[in-house]
């Protein structure tokens, strides 16, 4: 996997409003965080794999426990080599001023910090479902278009009066509908069917053996 170690964003000229520091720059700092954590990440799994693969497997349910380290290891790091930032889907701002990235997986950094919320995860849920009706407890919503590993636009959508400050102009096309059962806009088909389908792909249990059992011998 080639990390972006460059600016993530690309914004084309049409959108030069949206390219202002003031409004992308702590996304900046953020998505060079989730980038280095992605580098230590992958290079701590790699050397764990190795450690694990040249380990004596044992014999028996320590044999077991062996093999299924080894696929559990194997699967989340083939899942992170196939990612930049742009698993970073957006970003929700509380009402509480507590800014949360909402991500196709979980990643944390080496001191433990929150750097993307799994957006299967309940914490993740007012990106999805917040409304002008029910914010959800959030001030503002941005969500990001990513192309070829950067980022060609953004949206962003407020709940609050305060939700303006910092944020672009409000788009209405970025808007979500609330509830799982209602009816979506096509942007949020996109998005879910998106995870959905990436997910699917590479779902651990998907690839998960079951261990087959033992013949007992027969006595004559």
């Known amino acids: 996997m080639t990390l972006l170690n460059t600016d993530p964003f690309a914004l084309p000229d049409a959108l030069s409003a949206k390219s202002d520091p ?3 720059d702590a996304d900046r700092a953020h998505f060079a965080a989730i980038e280095q954590s992605l580098e230590v990440t992958i290079a701590d799994l790699r050397d764990r794999l190795d450690a694990t693969l040249k380990a004596p ?3 028996d349910r320590a044999a077991m426990d062996h093999d299924e380290e080894i696929h559990r290891l194997g699967v989340r790091l083939r899942t992170l080599r196939r990612y930049t930032p742009d698993l970073c889907l957006g970003r929700v701002v509380g009402t509480n001023g507590e800014t949360l990235y909402v991500g196709r997986l979980g990643l944390t950094d080496r001191t433990g910090a ?3 919320l799994d957006w299967r995860s309940p914490a993740a849920e007012p990106f ?11 001030a503002s ?8 590993g950067r980022i060609s636009d953004y949206w962003d959508e407020v709940f609050t009066p305060e ?3 910092g944020h672009a102009a409000p788009d209405d096309q970025s808007a979500f509908i609330a509830t799982p059962g209602s009816n979506r806009s096509p942007q949020m088909r996109d998005v879910l069917g998106t995870i959905r389908a990436d997910q699917g792909r590479h779902h ?4 998960t053996r079951r261990p087959r059992r033992r013949r007992r011998p027969r006595h004559g």
Not at 141 to 148: D, L, N, P
């Open 114 to 116: 929150r750097l993307l």
């Open 163 to 165: 939700g303006l400050e």
């Open 128 to 138: 999805f479902g917040a409304t002008h009706a029910n914010p959800m407890g959030l």
């Open 141 to 148: 919503r941005r969500r990001y278009r990513w192309t070829r």
């Open 57 to 59: 497997g044992g014999i």
């Open 22 to 24: 003031a409004l992308i």
């Open 204 to 207: 651990p249990c998907r690839f």
